[in-house]
């Protein structure tokens, strides 16, 4: 089944909704603390909220690219001061060879259609023993997520379109990556309104691409859950690392 999303319609939601997760930010920082970064590259940066913070802690050039040119727009007004351009992620990325320290996508993998060319591309963009990080959701992530809870018809959605971390990994070793290594991290916080206001507002892909029943359905949950003081949000994230 096709489930695309029209990026461009959807961006300035995307931006007033959606931001970076300090636990993500934090967790990266922490990895990569004893490497020599300079030069970072993400791919599908949306409005670039991961972006930015990372060029802010690491005090390092950057560059981003996403396939939406309303998302890149959102992210110069939201984010200003970055390397931004519009480019397809399945075609040829627009940098030159063995210049990027730290490659990574946050959130993108499940819309990849050719594992291989992707990081074929980042290992040619990458340095000489740069790093490709990729994070996204395990199977085990999606079926513990808050989203999974409060609108179940979504994960079967997500299973279809998500590969796994195996398929990723094999695609990295078959790209001669060395150093493969999968971290993770969990956040559990109680849900307040401005994080209500991102389920409300379909802020995640997914919630787009279940039935309309199934998603007044999941509201009404959350809604009587927050009234009886018994909802939390928990964040789960597979950090996938890899060595050019």
């Given at each position: 089944?096709d489930?695309?999303?029209?990026?461009?319609?959807?961006?300035?939601?995307y931006?007033i909704?959606r931001?970076?997760?300090?636990t993500?930010?934090?967790?990266?920082l922490?990895?990569i603390?004893?490497k020599?970064?300079?030069?970072?590259?993400?791919?599908?940066?949306?409005?670039?909220?991961y972006?930015?913070?990372?060029?802010?802690?690491?005090?390092c050039?950057?560059?981003?690219?996403d396939?939406?040119?309303?998302m890149?727009?959102?992210?110069?007004?939201?984010n200003?001061?970055l390397?931004?351009?519009?480019n397809d992620?399945h075609?040829?990325?627009?940098y030159?060879d063995?210049?990027?320290?730290?490659?990574?996508?946050?959130?993108?993998?499940?819309?990849?259609?050719?594992?291989?060319?992707?990081f074929?591309?980042?290992?040619?963009?990458?340095?000489?023993?740069?790093?490709v990080?990729t994070?996204t959701?395990?199977?085990?992530d999606?079926?513990?997520?808050?989203?999974t809870?409060?609108?179940p018809?979504?994960l079967?959605?997500e299973?279809?379109?998500?590969?796994?971390v195996?398929?990723?990994?094999e695609n990295m070793?078959?790209n001669?990556?060395?150093?493969?290594e999968?971290?993770?991290?969990?956040?559990e916080?109680?849900?307040?309104?401005?994080?209500?206001q991102?389920?409300?507002?379909?802020?995640?892909?997914s919630?787009?691409?279940?039935?309309?029943k199934?998603?007044?359905d999941?509201?009404?949950?959350?809604?009587?859950?927050?009234?009886n003081?018994?909802c939390?949000?928990?964040?789960l994230?597979?950090?996938?690392?890899?060595?050019?």
């Amino acid at each position: 089944m096709d489930y695309n999303i029209d990026y461009n319609h959807i961006s300035a939601d995307y931006s007033i909704y959606r931001n970076a997760s300090s636990t993500v930010i934090n967790h990266i920082l922490e990895k990569i603390k004893s490497k020599n970064i300079k030069k970072i590259l993400e791919i599908g940066c949306g409005t670039a909220d991961y972006l930015y913070a990372l060029t802010q802690q690491l005090k390092c050039d950057s560059c981003g690219f996403d396939n939406s040119g309303s998302m890149i727009d959102e992210a110069n007004k939201k984010n200003p001061g970055l390397n931004l351009s519009v480019n397809d992620l399945h075609s040829v990325f627009d940098y030159n060879d063995d210049f990027f320290d730290l490659v990574y996508s946050i959130d993108v993998i499940h819309y990849v259609k050719d594992l291989n060319h992707y990081f074929k591309e980042i290992k040619r963009v990458l340095d000489k023993n740069g790093l490709v990080l990729t994070i996204t959701d395990s199977e085990e992530d999606l079926e513990n997520r808050t989203i999974t809870k409060y609108f179940p018809e979504s994960l079967e959605i997500e299973k279809s379109r998500y590969p796994g971390v195996y398929k990723i990994v094999e695609n990295m070793k078959s790209n001669d990556f060395k150093g493969i290594e999968i971290t993770h991290s969990e956040r559990e916080c109680k849900m307040n309104d401005k994080v209500f206001q991102k389920f409300k507002n379909k802020a995640f892909s997914s919630i787009r691409l279940i039935s309309d029943k199934s998603f007044e359905d999941g509201i009404k949950k959350i809604e009587k859950d927050m009234e009886n003081n018994k909802c939390f949000v928990k964040e789960l994230y597979t950090y996938i690392w890899g060595v050019k």
